[in-house]
């Protein structure tokens, strides 16, 4: 004879569960009776089956139950002779329904409508709970004790019956073939009202369909919960006793409302669309839980659960957002990629690595042709974001109406030529990667206000469009304009700029990368499979010249070598600087023996040598006690128009000190001009 535990809140209400069981299971089974606090008490059970009427009773003593015990979980219901009178109340009465909670009360509800009394509007009541004082008409499944006082009709429904589908079930567990056999148990199960929920009928009459769903379930990635109308989860895949593992051990058979307090409206098959999707936490994990309703014949037939890890479900429109609006999307730059042995690039790199790290946005600062975008997908796939999109917009190419659409995406319907479904703008592309907004400088000031909301507040929206859509975005733009300025012209609004300048970094001109301009051209060649050499003239003329277009420039004069089809390059072969950049370049060095007096000449392209250039700039600031340097002078010459590198005007004031036109001082004293410069200058103004 087979040893069965029954356990609940107190020995009473175990005993009754045990005799209405032994009706059904007199001869096979023995039943020993237990209240929560006996076995919480004890050493644990030996049973090796063990019978629970709630999910509360089996958290509690789940530690002291053999770890190979079948547990089984009795479903109640109503009684056939208790419900006749509910026939005598008038159709649609107002009544309390009383339990012992929430989820008791709606699953009374839900029998009661089942039977056919949805003409009644039966209220929830409680303990602790508020109700309509107007309300007269109490029922309850044998709470008597919880009806509130001044009702004036009370209806006892009694305590509910063991349903015919637990009975079957344990019958099963325990290996008895039929549990009607006799006579007395045909009679009491003849007295419980049997439902024959659908979802018992759905996946129960074929055990072939059954066992496929299972399979398909143990597939799915997200968590699946198959419910009842009752809410009496039916299935659960592994993926979602995993994620529930905290919660519970054990799904099948309990309650949904239990394991799910959030979704305690679930177990009365009254879902309201509302509450149809949560975002609620389990294990620390934000979790997405979609139920929809499972239907058959206009009825509800119970609720499928779907569980999904919010981070997961990110990932996935991640990679379906670049679908939406085509490939191309992507950081292909690497900071391993941005050629150049220089000082300047070196430092501007490592600030960049240091920067990307951060969340604050970055303003690349630099003129046409420096790789701002390079840098800017540098950084982005240096970053915590480097698995998310890179999104780029030229703010100067598209006019403002389109620029707007483009940046926020557009509704249906939103203007005539709305696309059918609307279009998903480029921020919300971005959503947990960059938005680099190259040319932010050429934004109209009217775009200005809705960036800087979207920036600050972290959500857009739509052209067309009602409601806000929550936006994750790292802002990094670019420009070669000066922003600064722009605000006290008035022309750029100076909240904008602070929230897009928090992180400036200063992309160098080519002309300030000493030693990088043969170097990369080298790599230029090699990349289009040139192999011209440069001839000792047209080398100087390269290093000489200012390169105001940048990289981008060297590039195009690179492909323009290499299109000559010679094997060396003179400096006649290289008509595309006076073609183009006459006023920028120097001229030969002059002959040492050509002098007026002895002393050197000072060469004057155009009228301005660089030499000139630093000994009147050193006299001005003589003239002001102030001191000058190199930093300063190298400013000062690209205000002017003189394309000097820092290092070329270290070198051509080591040669002036050499020859005694200036005195160069240690530490921050700079430089000052003597009696022999002062001459040599006043001689070339007087040319």
Known sequence: MKKIAVIANNRDYAEHIAASLEVYFRKQVRFQCYNTAEIEAGDGLQEDYVILSAFTIFQQVKKKVKADAKILIIDLTLSKHTLKELHKIPKNTRALLVNIDYRCCMEVITMIYNCGFKSLELVPYYPGCDYDPSIRIAITPGELTLVPQGMSTVIDLQQRLIDINSIYRIAQAIGVEDPLESDEAKAAADLAVNFNPQMDRLLGENSSLSGQINTILKLVKQGIIITDVNGKIYLA????????????????????????????????????????????????????????????????????????????????????????????????????????????????????????????????????????????????????????????????????????????????????????????????????????????????????????????????????????????????????????????????????????????????????????????????????????????????????????????????????????????????????FQSWHDA???????????????????????????EAFILREIEAAQRQRMHVGRQALAQKAAEQGIFATEPEIRREMKKLSEDGYIVSFKGRKGSAITEKGLAALRKLEEK
């Open 237 to 576: 895949n592994e993926m979602a006793k995993e994620m529930l593992r905290n919660r519970t051990e054990l799904l099948i058979g309990f309650n949904v409302a239990e394991v799910f307090p959030e979704f305690s409206s679930v177990s009365s098959g009254l879902l309201s669309n509302e509450q149809a999707d949560k975002l609620i936490t389990i294990n620390d994990r934000q979790v997405i839980v979609k139920v929809s309703r499972v239907e058959e014949n206009e009825y509800i037939a119970g609720n499928v659960i779907m569980l999904e890890y919010f981070e997961e479900a990110e990932n996935r429109q991640h990679k379906m957002r670049s679908k939406i609006r085509g490939y191309g999307h992507k950081a292909s730059y690497t900071f391993d990629q941005i050629l150049g042995e220089s000082r300047a690039i070196e430092e501007t790199k490592k600030i960049a690595m240091r920067m990307a790290r951060s969340e604050s946005s970055i303003c690349l600062f630099g003129e046409s042709g420096t790789g701002k975008e390079l840098f800017a997908q540098s950084i982005h796939n240096y970053s915590s974001r480097r698995d998310y999109l890179f999104v780029a917009i030229n703010c100067s190419a598209l006019p403002e109406n389109l620029l707007e659409s483009e940046l926020y995406g557009y509704e249906e319907g939103a203007f005539s030529d709305a696309k059918k479904g609307g279009k998903i703008g480029l921020f919300e592309l971005a959503h947990k990667g960059t938005l680099f907004l190259d040319e932010i400088g050429e934004l109209p000031v009217q775009m200005q206000a809705k960036l800087l909301r979207a920036i600050e507040e972290q959500k857009i929206l739509k052209v067309g469009g009602r409601g806000l859509i929550d936006v994750d975005v790292r802002i990094i733009c670019a420009t070669n304009r000066n922003l600064q300025k722009m605000v006290e012209e008035g022309q750029f609004r100076q909240d904008l700029y602070y929230r897009l300048c928090v992180l400036p970094i200063n992309i160098p001109p080519l002309r300030s990368r000493e030693g990088d301009v043969l170097l990369l051209m080298e790599k230029m060649k090699h990349m289009i499979g040139a192999d011209y050499r440069l001839g000792p003239d047209a080398e100087y003329k390269i290093l000489r010249y200012g390169w105001p277009g940048n990289v981008r420039e060297l590039k195009n004069v690179t492909e323009y070598l290499a299109n000559l089809g010679k094997s060396v390059i003179s400096a006649e072969d290289i008509p595309v």
């Open 584 to 610: 920028t370049l120097p001229e030969e060095p002059a002959d040492a023996s050509d002098t007026d007096s002895g002393e050197p000449l000072l060469r004057v392209p155009g009228g301005r040598g660089l």
